[in-house]
């Protein structure tokens, strides 16, 4: 009995104080890591940097579990679509399975608690949050050179500005409406509490500052880009020179578009480029007009929800299935029939009856480099903006027309081996300028910022290829409050420093 | 002092029996009235006394100093009172008839076992044998109507599926509502499907604080507890049970418009669309070529469109269909996509033991398909139980189980194309199944074999509008979503009998899961057709281990006072990997394996760590059977919370009062067990979505191309501690004349520092922050009863009715939640968690033949707008939750026979139907409509509450009240029938029982709301999810 006692007083103690260890309750994901071990080091610091890049093409498919975003979640390629379907230049065919077709409406933008409008809003504040990070924190790595931890720094400053002018163009009415009319809030470090609505003066100056902040360090620092995905002082100064466009500030334009003109080391295309396989140019980062390009392997592209996705239609996807992106059949018709450019779209007469892909004005632009493989690369940024940039500046600003002109033929010759310089002078240069802009720039997210920013009508008509059916909104006179992008609901809700009365009209 | 007891008790003896006299001895033996098996352990008493004894293991008797006129009762558990008059009799022989619907008397609690009287807290056990009379799969489903205060989903009809369960409510907001299920006295973290239920004992739902609150840590939501069979000392018992019977659906469809009356509709809705400056006679006559252009060139008819509508010659806006048109081809997906089904299932088992051990031996096969081609379901289950006792100071045992089951799955639910009930439900009527060329013939291939129809202009016709690239017809046998999954759970105990009462238990259980999943889409068409197929495989395991050891000391003093105490520790862990792989670019057909795909598109793996560390402790005690109190404490450490706030403590008091002990309650004899009891306790719940939800992170799958990428997530918040949930129970039982027996209890729930994802401004980057906030209460009533309406011998009915009420309200919540909008619901204080927030219809205009939204104006007045944008949402005074729901259930017995059948239902609860709302939307022109629309506006002038259609105008059928209906439903939820061989005649071939029965699940759902499942989810929102499924089996049990 004793024996057997003790037995078993020796089991229970046993049992009772190896029971569990003190770290037993500590545990941590094996796919995460903190803020604090990620900014110990410059490669951390590089991991946090490349996640924003990864931001341009991500599968941000929900920003909470009740609101999907679907196949509109494509990061950023997926609001270059938005801004380009606002426009007048790409009717769709048709509105297939849905996707996009309220942007194309212009119904998406002015419903606040729309799940587009909320998703959009979040990812250029999450775009900033993730920036302001880096920012913050940069400064915490301690085994980087000055001039590495400028090198991210100044990237990250330019992407913010990035996010700043996204939103600006968006939610606030344009520039040149006033600088005290209410703008977005801002934020320059993270935080967990809302600000209030800034004005659009401060915040077209936040970014100005950041973006000359950001060129200083690229200076400073003087590193090579380690990617083609990456900012580099080029990307900074022609990202300052669209911010310039929106400012009406011409000159400012035309000396940041000069600048990567001068130094960038890009070169146009050339006529014979487009000779072969057009569609090839703009999925390819290696080309010589590439000034800042994502690559997109098939592994990390949104699949369905993927830019391309909603653009090839050699793709049994939405391009396909009914909802073909065209180019406006006027803007198209309007090139001169030596204009290179016009490979960029199926010709009407060339167009095949119930080919999907081959219907009259459809885009051959921006397409998958291969059928069956997501893989491809997609512009950011290419040479050819800037030119247009400082012809647009110089015809609009106090700069000479002939000048103007002349920049206008430094990029046409490229494109048409035929093309004159040209006598307009006035409205009409700029007209022209503009024209060649909407052709060149088609599908990479210009056209609604461009006509805001210059107080231009939106006008659609039958005859550009739009079906009042779906296209819905035909004509919107400017300064009228639907330019304005809607403050979403749940914001107005979550932040305290904004009510709804400082809701857009 | 020993001897001195035993001494006193012999004189005490002696002197009665002097004192007696007149008195026989009777013998005899106990039988059960329906088996003939002898009755060991039956009371016999001398009514009156206290006098009497228990049969031996043979069923024998034997009482002495019985008095001539004495009335013997003899009772038994399970089994109904007999009394019989002894009448100078020395030899009674008894058969004792078996309750229909036994409460059971030993149930099963956390941590043990306890007598039903003497327990404080509010429990159901639900027996074997009301599991076994169901026909399902996962045991889930067993649980429906068999208690109060226990609401269900349907969980559809997937094979192999169970369905969502809540006790007494909602308590959380963003946390998990489930309740705990425990199997054999573990936490069990692995699929119940995985159980089969053949091998169940008894389930015990553990509802209010005193029984939830020993697993205090995890019980917030109610306990389950699963307990499985076990052998004992008795001969071999060999039982086999074999099923076979049909699936088809539950439900009927959705009712549609006929191929007619979709057309006109179509007619209109695009004639609608057409009208420029109101000149409705311009756009009749566009009419006929747009539509045709835009349902894609199909036409199923023997006559061109601009014949098929004949335009009223008064009046512009009335359209016929043409009388004489008629359909050259009607084919209906559903009739390739739905089919019945064959569900079987085989169960063997062997138990029995000796005085030292005993052991249960099962093996089961299940093998279900689905109503739905391609889904299916099957599973290899066995288990070992064995328990034994080598020496009185030791006992150990092991619990085993494993099984092997195949999931054949789709993606049945939401409005994923590859959903064949949202594919056939949707599918626009003239589209066919197969290619049909222009008078409506098949096209057939080279081999003479038909050819489906992908809508790709592979025929005459055009591009079908709706789901282009897709037959489902064809491409759900070319695809596959399947997966494997094997499961083992072990139980092992090993206790020591340390002195009279006193012992400690430890006891280890793991359960392990692999699942391997399957993706594969299939090269040609569909969803993956761009991109030449798309394969992801995916595998998932499972691990969790609870290691506890328990102090348990058992002790009555002066015959009055039983003490009960426990304590222990426990220790849980879990731990979770994910991996999976995808790649697209399948070269040739037929071949799943990922390795001969060309191109990786996705590839990632996770691993999630959970653990619990609990100390706790139980003390018991009571007075005489009279009175009882208890009280249970327990601490518990998340791995979910920070280390300086993951301690949570938890508590638990219950009293209760059997009032018919009372010597002043002696002389009622119409009234048995009045017992009144009161329970308070806090439980938690640390069930976030995320584990790790007290530290900040960067999610580092973000890479940009061949560089390491990482974004910022979530930010910390190491004060997040546990929701906690107190709950009060205060109820009432009794039984009258012997035959009517009432359980009702009244409970209060409120749970609060809720856990919950708080929106941040979406401006900060961050969208939300896990926080403790707001607070909600449910309260309920539930009552059951159980109505032995008929007992005699041969014909035995009873009726079992039991209701529960149940109010859920949010009462607090924060600034920043009050108001959030989730989905077709809104959070504010003093309304419940699931109040339907909409947009509310006036009405249809009369002119126009749009709806008509409220708005308030400037002014706060409530005004009609067509515009849904501009309608402003209200609280529409409806929610999701029923007022009353439960289930009755007929048992009837007679002679051989047995029936039974249970109804469920639910008396109000609004659902919002999306499934309508889809039939009712433009979306998408190929889209089938509903019925009701063809009560439509179509001219000015004509009143009804149904909008007009027309294409491109989504504001006639935004999402409002429109779309809410009744959920009020009953249902017959299973009906069984069987005739058991009599003895005698079994036992000639050699079996001692043959049972034969037929058997039905869900014969029956009536609501008004034809198609609708009233029990859809909690939430009330429908969706495409597969239809529940009605169920018809044959079966036999044998036992030798």
């Not at chain 1, 296209?471 to 809700?493: C, F, K, N, T, V």
């Not at chain 2, 306790?681 to 995320?690: H, I, R, V």
């Not at chain 2, 005649?985 to 198609?1011: D, K, M, P, T, Y």
Request: glycine fraction near 8%; charge should be negative.
């Amino acid at each position: 009995m004793k024996i057997k006692n003790i037995i078993l007083s020796f089991v229970m103690l046993s049992f009772i104080l190896g029971s569990c260890e003190k770290d037993f309750l500590e545990t941590a994901p094996t796919d995460r890591l903190s803020s604090d071990v990620l900014f110990d080091s410059y490669d951390g610091a590089w991991i946090a940097m490349d996640g924003v890049y990864r931001m341009f093409y991500i599968y941000d498919n929900s920003y909470d579990d009740d609101n999907m975003l679907g196949h509109h979640g494509t990061g950023y390629l997926g609001n270059v679509l938005d801004i380009t379907l606002m426009g007048e230049d790409m009717p769709m065919a048709g509105r297939g399975f849905g996707w996009y077709d309220g942007q194309y409406g212009w119904r998406a933008h002015r419903v606040a608690t729309g799940n587009v409008l909320t998703g959009r809003w979040y990812f250029f504040y999450n775009f900033i949050n993730q920036n302001n990070n880096i920012i913050n924190n940069i400064a915490q790595v301690e085994d980087a050179t000055q001039s590495e931890l400028d090198h991210i720094k100044a990237q990250a400053l330019t992407m913010r500005a990035l996010g700043y002018y996204w939103l600006a163009l968006k939610h606030a009415k344009p520039y040149h409406e006033g600088r005290d009319n209410p703008g977005v809030p801002i934020y320059t470090e993270p935080q967990q509490t809302g600000n209030p609505r800034a004005t659009v003066g401060e915040v077209y100056d936040r970014i100005v500052d950041d973006l000359d902040e950001a060129i200083d360090l690229f200076e400073a620092s003087n590193m090579p880009r380690e990617h083609e995905s990456h900012a580099t002082i080029d990307v900074a100064h022609g990202l300052a020179a669209r911010n310039a466009l929106a400012m009406n500030e011409y000159e400012t334009a035309v000396e940041h578009a000069q600048y990567v003109i001068d130094n960038s080391g890009a070169s146009l295309f050339t006529i014979d480029d487009f000779a072969e396989e057009p569609h090839m140019l703009l999925n390819d980062r290696s080309e010589s007009e590439m000034l800042w390009a994502v690559h997109i392997t098939s592994e990390q592209s949104p699949g369905f929800a993927a830019y391309h996705d909603h653009l090839d239609s050699r793709f049994m996807t939405y391009a396909q299935l009914g909802a073909q992106k065209l180019i406006n059949a006027e803007l198209y018709e309007g090139m001169a029939d030596t204009d290179a450019r016009k490979n960029w779209w199926v010709d009407p007469e060339e167009a095949v009856e119930d080919h999907p892909h081959f219907i009259a004005y459809n885009n051959q632009k921006l397409m998958l480099p291969n059928i069956g493989d997501y893989t491809t690369d997609a512009p950011l940024m290419r040479l050819s903006e800037m030119y247009l940039a400082k012809a647009e500046g110089l015809a609009r600003g106090t700069g000479s027309d002939d000048d103007a002109a002349q920049a206008l033929y430094d990029y046409m010759s490229s494109r048409d081996p035929d093309y004159e310089i040209s006598d307009n002078t006035g409205h009409d240069l700029i007209e022209e300028i503009m024209f060649h802009r909407r052709i060149e720039l088609w599908g990479e997210g210009f056209r609604f910022f461009d006509l805001k920013r210059s107080g231009e009508d939106l006008v659609r008509t039958v005859d550009q290829g739009h079906q009042p059916g779906i296209a819905d909104r035909m004509h919107e006179p400017a300064g009228s409050d639907s330019w304005q992008w809607l403050i979403p609901q749940d914001e107005i809700d979550a932040n305290d420093q904004i009510s709804s009365g400082d809701q857009n009209p | 002092m020993k001897r001195i007891a035993i001494l006193l008790l012999m004189l005490f003896v002696i002197l009665g029996t002097k004192a007696l006299g007149q008195e026989i001895t009777v013998t005899g033996t106990v039988t059960d009235a329906e088996d003939g098996e002898t009755l060991p352990g039956v009371s016999v008493v001398i009514q009156g006394t206290t006098i009497g004894t228990t049969t031996n293991a043979e069923g024998y008797y034997e009482l002495h100093n019985v008095p001539e006129d004495a009335v013997l009762e003899f009772s038994f558990i399970g089994m109904i009172k007999e009394e019989v008059p002894v009448e100078g009799r020395s030899a009674i022989d008894v058969e004792l008839v078996p309750e229909l619907v036994a409460l059971e008397e030993v149930i099963v609690v956390a941590y043990g076992t306890t007598q039903r009287e003497s327990f404080t807290g509010v429990a159901d056990q639900i027996s074997s044998d009301r599991i076994e009379r169901r026909e399902v799969s996962d045991v889930s489903r067993a649980l429906e109507g068999q208690a109060p205060g226990i609401q269900v989903t349907s969980g559809g009809g997937q094979p192999g599926s169970g369905l969502d369960i809540r006790l007494r409510g909602f308590g959380s907001m963003s946390a998990s509502n489930e309740p705990l299920f425990v199997v054999d006295g573990a936490p069990y973290d692995g699929e119940l499907s995985d159980l089969n239920p053949n091998d169940i004992e008894s389930i015990s739902v553990l509802r209010d604080a005193a029984a939830a609150a020993l697993y205090g840590a995890r019980g917030a939501n109610g306990v389950v507890m699963i307990t499985t069979k076990t052998g004992a000392d008795r001969p071999p018992e060999v039982s086999f049970s074999a099923r076979m019977g049909t699936i088809d659906r539950a439900l009927p469809e959705y009712p549609r418009l006929s191929t007619d009356e979709w057309m006109l509709a179509k007619f209109e809705s695009v004639r609608n669309s057409n009208i420029a400056n109101g000149d409705v006679e311009a756009a009749n006559q566009v009419t006929p070529d747009r539509l045709y252009s835009d349902l894609g060139r199909y036409n199923p008819y023997n006559m061109e469109y601009e014949d098929l509508f004949i335009i009223d010659d008064q009046n512009p806006w009335l359209v016929e269909f043409n009388p004489n048109a008629e359909l050259q081809y009607d084919e209906d997906f559903s009739d390739y996509l739905l089919r019945t089904a064959m569900r079987q299932e085989y169960d063997f088992n062997v138990s029995g033991g000796t005085e030292i051990s005993d052991y249960y031996v099962s093996l089961g096969y299940l093998n279900e398909e689905g109503m739905a081609i391609t889904s299916g379901y099957d599973r290899i289950s066995a288990r070992v139980n064995l328990n034994t006792q080598p020496v009185d100071w030791f006992e150990t045992g092991l619990n085993l189980s494993g099984s092997a089951s195949h999931y054949n799955h789709l993606l049945a639910q939401g409005t994923y194309i590859t959903n064949p009930f949202f594919f056939q439900r949707g599918m626009g009527p003239i589209y066919p199944v197969f290619l049909k060329d222009e008078d409506g013939n098949d096209i057939l291939d080279e081999d003479g074999n038909k050819i489906y129809d992908w809508g790709i202009s592979e025929g005459p016709q055009g591009e079908r509008p709706i789901w282009g690239n897709y037959n489902l017809a064809a491409s759900l046998e070319m695809d596959d979503r399947s997966y494997d999954q094997e499961s083992v759970s072990a139980r092992t105990f090993m206790q020591f009998n340390i002195m009279e009462g006193l012992n400690f238990r430890t006891t280890l259980s793991a359960d392990y899961y692999s699942r391997y999943q399957t993706v594969f889409q299939n090269p040609d068409y569909g969803d993956a057709g761009p991109v030449g197929g798309r394969g992801t495989k995916a595998h998932t395991r499972n691990l969790s281990v609870t290691f506890n050891q328990i102090l348990n000391y058992n002790r009555t003093f002066a015959d009055l006072h039983n003490f009960e105490f426990l304590a222990g520790h426990e220790a849980y862990m879990m731990n979770q990997n994910y991996a999976s792989a995808q790649r697209i670019g399948f070269p040739v057909p037929g071949i799943t394996e990922i390795g001969i795909a060309t191109v990786m598109d996705g590839s990632t793996s996770y691993a999630h760590e959970y653990t619990i560390e609990s100390y706790f402790s139980r003390l018991s005690y009571d007075y005489d059977n009279r009175y009882y109190l208890s009280g249970s404490y327990r601490s518990d450490g998340s791995s979910r919370f920070h280390e300086d706030v993951r301690w949570g403590n938890f508590y638990s008091i219950g009293a209760s009062w059997r009032v018919t002990q009372e010597d002043f309650m002696q002389g009622i004899d119409w009234l048995d067990n009045l017992r009144v009891k009161f329970s308070y306790g806090e439980q938690g719940n640390d069930q976030l979505p995320t584990y790790y939800a007290w530290q900040s992170f960067y999610d580092l799958g973000f890479s940009n191309h061949d560089r390491a990428g990482g974004l910022y997530e979530s930010h910390a918040n190491k004060n997040l501690v546990w929701e906690s949930s107190q709950n009060l129970n205060t109820g009432l039982d009794f039984r009258v004349f012997d035959m009517v027996t009432v359980e009702a209890d009244y409970f209060i729930r409120r749970s609060s520092d809720l856990l919950m994802g708080v929106p941040l401004p979406y401006s900060t980057g961050v969208p939300e922050i896990d926080m403790n906030v707001g607070a909600m209460e449910n309260t309920g009533i539930e009552l059951r009863t159980v109505i032995d309406i008929l007992q005699q011998t041969d014909l035995r009915w009873s009726f079992d009715f039991n209701l529960t009420h149940l109010q859920n309200e949010i009462t607090d919540m924060p600034e920043d939640l009050e108001g959030t909008i989730v989905g077709t619901h809104r959070w504010e204080t003093g309304r419940s968690y699931y109040e339907y927030y909409l947009r509310q219809v006036s009405h249809i205009d009369e002119e126009t033949g749009q709806t008509m939204f409220f708005y308030d104006d400037e002014d706060g007045n409530k005004e009609t707008t067509p515009d849904g944008d501009r309608a402003d949402r209200y609280f529409v005074d409806a929610t999701p939750i029923p007022d009353l729901f439960g289930a009755f259930t007929n048992n009837l017995a007679y002679g051989n026979w047995d029936l039974s059948f249970m109804f469920t239902y639910g008396i109000g609860g609004k659902s919002y139907d999306n499934v309508y709302s889809s039939l009712m939307h433009e979306g998408n022109l190929g889209y089938h409509m509903h019925k009701d629309l063809a009560d439509r506006w179509r001219s000015p002038g004509d009143e009804t509450d149904i909008p007009k259609t027309e294409f491109g105008n989504p504001h006639l059928f935004y999402g409002s009240d429109m779309y809410l209906r009744d959920m009020t439903y009953i249902a017959l939820r299973n009906l069984t029938l069987g005739y058991t061989l009599p003895q005698n005649i079994s036992e000639q071939i050699g079996i001692n029982n043959l049972r034969l029965f037929v058997a039905g699940e869900n014969l029956g759902i009536w609501n008004e709301n034809e198609g609708m499942d009233p029990q859809h989810n909690f939430s009330g929102v429908t969706d495409h999810t597969y239809v529940p499924v009605r169920n018809i089996t044959f079966g036999v049990n044998l036992q030798f």
